[in-house]
């Protein structure tokens, strides 16, 4: 959110990284070029399932295979919640009337890219997945320990989920916003 | 290390990130262009004196003021100890004799970057700052429970480290590492 000063210049646009840079005054007087990164919002999405199970996907692209969140990217223009909905159709068939919006990230000081992650309660299947052609998705439904295991595995996708279940206090907050009391 | 494939090319340099791009096949038989960046590497360094405080950096630049571990780039070429000794001395001054590598950590899925967080124990100053014309650093010195309680501040520059501390298990790993039994 607005870490990039206005007066940066689009010096180069990716696939997916746009990269700024702006000249800058040091303290000494000096003049230097700072850089900084823009990529598209990240939004991730925690189903719970009518009968209380949470969906996590076991997820392979070209090159990697990874259990982690269903979600995906942002579009442009696209506002967080409706990606938030059209991910989770797309990749899993479901649709949800009770969303929440759990976390908000900014991981990285370079870059102008913030994670969402919402919880889909009362989730429910209304069709098929509909895939790219660059990703593979098995459903995974866990109860919440189960689930609290799997984000606490060295390898799995998302450091910033773990540091939301590690703390007892953050994983019983985690708990009762998905499944309640 | 190696994420980035051999057949990738180089399309953007700039003064921190690299941006390289290469052709993928999908599932499905379509192409697409991948993309990942490459960053140097940074180095941390936790210093212990020989009264057993830990030093913390209160860190000013252009644009940001910020508590967090002392450190910097490791430049082109440059072992990363190496790194570590330069940043070490030319932020606080100081030298140690006592080293070791606490953790790697590769934050970021699609950048080739490692960030790798040291101790030097008996650390003692031998020189005064020479900082950059972009840096202004004081020197802060804690306790282990004064700089636990410093790294869980929401604002605290390192979320890495948070997940070092939060679980008590690692935070006592931790503490044995920096000032033994």
């Given amino acids: 959110m607005g870490k990039i000063p206005k007066e940066a210049k689009l010096v180069f646009k990716g696939q997916i990284f746009d990269v700024y840079q702006w000249p800058q005054q040091l303290y000494d007087g000096s003049m230097a070029t700072f850089e900084m990164l823009k990529r598209p919002d990240t ?10 199970k949470i969906v996590l ?3 392979e692209q070209p090159g990697k ?12 223009g696209e506002e967080v919640l409706d990606a938030a909905k059209r ?8 649709e949800s ?7 908000e990230i900014e991981p990285h000081g370079k ?20 895939l790219d052609g660059g990703e593979k998705i098995e459903l995974i439904y866990l109860s919440f320990d189960e689930f609290v295991t799997e984000i ?29 009391n």
Same sequence: chains 1, 2.
Avoid at 43 to 52: K, N, Q, S
Avoid at 121 to 130: D, F, L, Y
């Fill in 152 to 180: 606490l595995k060295p390898d799995f996708d998302g450091r910033e989920l773990q540091f939301e279940v590690i703390d007892p206090v953050k994983k019983e907050a985690l708990r009762q916003k998905l499944l309640g």
């Fill in 57 to 59: 996907a076991d997820q």
């Fill in 111 to 130: 870059m102008e890219w913030t994670i969402y992650i919402y919880t889909a309660r009362q989730a429910r299947r209304v069709a098929e997945q509909s």
């Fill in 87 to 94: 991910e989770l159709l797309e990749e899993s068939g479901m």
């Fill in 65 to 76: 295979r990874w259990l982690g969140l269903l979600g995906g990217r942002v579009d442009e």
């Fill in 43 to 52: 939004v991730f999405v925690i189903p719970v399932t009518e009968d209380r």
């Fill in 97 to 103: 009337s009770d969303w929440e919006l759990l976390y």
